[in-house]
């Protein structure tokens, strides 16, 4: 005997999470297509450019700081920081208030690199986004929204 379940949403494809998980993946494709081209993955270019705007307000960056602000796992920072800095795109220095801690800066490379990698992202961004038309500010500053009652 069949048992039917109950659903919100007549068909997968239109259900909010599945939507979601569409468009993400679609767009961590592009971006990674994209970035291919300067030789960065996304991680790499999300704390490239973390490390660059905490810099520019002449704030102390830490390793652990990074992570939380970025969202990436502890252990993957540690490994694409290590990247990074073997590129000479960043540099970690010894805290002077607390030894345990780095601190993190982007080089006069990884500034240049940054720039160029910008310019890709929101290329891809404005496209992809831009498929929503008159509502991409709306869609925008929803994506906000749900982004800060997760945080």
């Known amino acids: 005997m069949r048992c ?11 259900t909010p999470g599945f939507l979601l998980w569409q468009i993400s993946i679609e767009w961590q494709r592009l971006q990674r297509e994209a970035l291919a081209n300067l030789d960065l993955t996304h991680v790499q270019f999300v704390l490239l450019a973390t490390i660059h705007s905490i810099e520019s307000k002449n704030e102390m960056l830490s390793q652990v700081k990074l ?5 990436v796992d502890a252990m993957m920072t540690s490994h694409v920081l290590r990247s990074l800095e073997k590129r000479n795109l960043v540099k970690r220095e010894k805290n ?3 030894t ?4 993190l800066s982007t080089t006069q490379e990884g500034r240049d690199l940054l720039t160029k990698a910008l310019k890709v992202v929101e290329e891809v961004d404005s496209k992809y986004l831009g498929r929503a038309g008159e509502d991409t500010q709306d869609l925008v500053n929803k994506l906000k929204k749900l982004t800060q009652a997760s945080i």
């Open 4 to 14: 039917r379940v109950r659903v919100k949403y007549p068909k997968l494809s239109q």
């Open 67 to 71: 992570s939380s602000i970025a969202n």
């Open 96 to 98: 002077p208030s607390d």
């Open 100 to 103: 345990r801690a780095m601190i």
